[in-house]
């Protein structure tokens, strides 16, 4: 197989929230986190991966990116704030994250982000995507020294 072969995407409502999905999230959260969040330690990694299942049932949208079959990505939304979007570090640069973005405007009128600041590839992208920053905090939500910006269209 070539590397010029059309691929089968499809961007999907996650309605079933079972323990075999959210374990197959799980694992793309953190080799997406492991690759991007530079600025974390594995113990800050395994600090917040405790929290990531609570909060993939209870995101009121969750979309899920499968290529081929195989779950690559996710994001999620409440209301028009995009909570969470990672990837697969082997599907990054592919344009699957910008159609999951450009999914979730159409679909559910995105207009917020927030991402860390210590980040600079998520913040390069949603600049790209059009997001611009109106708000920096020093600390993140639990009170870390991550500062976070807080992005809109």
């Given amino acids: 197989m070539n590397g010029k072969m059309k691929?089968?995407?499809?961007?999907?409502?996650?309605?079933?929230?079972?323990?075999?999905?959210l374990e197959k999230l799980l694992v793309i959260w953190r080799?997406?986190?492991?690759?991007?969040?530079?600025?974390?330690?594995?113990?800050?990694?395994?600090?917040?991966?405790?929290?990531?299942?609570?909060?993939?049932?209870?995101?009121?949208?969750?979309?899920?990116a499968e290529e081929d079959g195989k779950l690559v990505g996710f994001a999620g939304v409440d209301g028009c704030k995009l909570e969470m979007l990672f990837l697969s570090p082997d599907v990054r640069g592919m344009g699957i994250g910008r159609k999951i973005v450009q999914y979730?405007?159409?679909?559910?009128?995105?207009?917020?982000v927030c991402v860390n600041e210590q980040?600079?590839?998520?913040?390069g992208f949603y600049e790209r995507m059009g997001f611009r920053v109106y708000k920096r905090e020093e600390l993140d939500g639990?009170?870390?020294?991550f500062p976070l910006l807080y992005m809109k269209l």
């Avoid at 979730?104 to 917020?112: D, H, I, P």
């Fill in 119 to 123: 980040n600079p590839q998520a913040t």
């Fill in 31 to 64: 080799a997406s986190v492991s690759g991007t969040h530079t600025f974390l330690t594995e113990a800050d990694i395994d600090g917040i991966a405790r929290y990531v299942p609570s909060a993939l049932r209870n995101v009121p949208v969750l979309v899920v």
């Fill in 7 to 21: 691929r089968k995407m499809n961007i999907l409502v996650c309605r079933e929230r079972d323990e075999d999905t």
């Fill in 142 to 145: 639990q009170g870390n020294p």
């Fill in 104 to 112: 979730l405007f159409e679909k559910y009128r995105v207009k917020e």
